[in-house]
Structure formats: C-alpha cells, structure tokens
C-alpha cells in the first residue's frame, strides 16, 4: 500500500526558502518516480520536479536553479528545498508517486497523490 506523506510548508516572505518533505511507502524495489506538483489558488495543477528510482532528476522551467529535489533512502523521504520564493510559487505542493520511469511532466501520469502542504509567499 503506497503512502505519501507531506509537510514542510508555510508562509514565508519573498526571498526567503523552505524544504519540503515527503515520506513515502512504497515498494522500492519496484521502477519508480516521485514527483512534486503544485497547485496555485484557481489553476491547474502543475509539475515542479520528480526524481527517478535511478537518482535522475527533472525540473520544470520555472524553478530551475531555485529548487532542488533530492532523496534520502534510509529515511524514505523526498525532500524539495525552495529557494528564492516568489509570490507566483504560492500554492499547495503535492508528493506524488507512478511506478514507471520517465521525464513524466502531467499529473495524469501519477497514481498516487499525498495530501498536500501549503506554501504561500508574501511579497
């Protein structure tokens, strides 16, 4: 049974940074992906990052070089630390996980979602 598990967010002022967690339980000997998804207050839901069973990681355009998702394996835990937080990053931020590989950018390519955490950056 898979489990996602979010927390880490908040609001913050802009400029400022937060780490997001996910704690997942998954059959990790199984191909997969976990991505990061946000949704923004009256739009669709879109990517952020994912990270492969294999460590490659995919980001989208608008938070290259600010964000970056890693993974912890002993602790079964994703984590996506933002930097440089701008307004337009305020949204609730999903873990999301799909047991295949790929760069795997649309949130119909995932299956299982977590609950979601909330961002919100002031200006």
């Known amino acids: 049974q898979v489990q996602l598990v979010e927390s880490g967010g908040g609001l913050v002022q802009a400029g400022a940074s937060l780490r997001l967690s996910c704690v997942f339980s998954?059959?990790?000997?199984?191909?997969?992906?976990l991505g990061w998804f946000r949704q923004p207050p009256g739009k669709e839901r879109e990517f952020v990052a994912n990270?492969?069973?294999?460590?490659?990681?995919s980001y989208a355009d608008s938070v290259k070089g600010r964000f970056t998702i890693s993974r912890d394996n002993a602790k079964n835990t994703v984590y996506l630390e933002m930097n440089s937080l701008e307004p337009e990053d305020t949204a609730v931020y999903y873990c999301?996980?799909?047991?295949?590989?790929?760069?795997?950018?649309?949130?119909?390519?995932?299956?299982?979602w977590g609950q979601g955490t909330q961002v919100t950056v002031s200006s």
């Open positions: 998954i059959q990790t000997f199984r191909a997969y992906t």
């Open positions: 999301a996980l799909v047991y295949k590989l790929g760069i795997l950018v649309s949130p119909n390519d995932y299956v299982y």
């Open positions: 990270i492969r069973r294999s460590g490659g990681v």
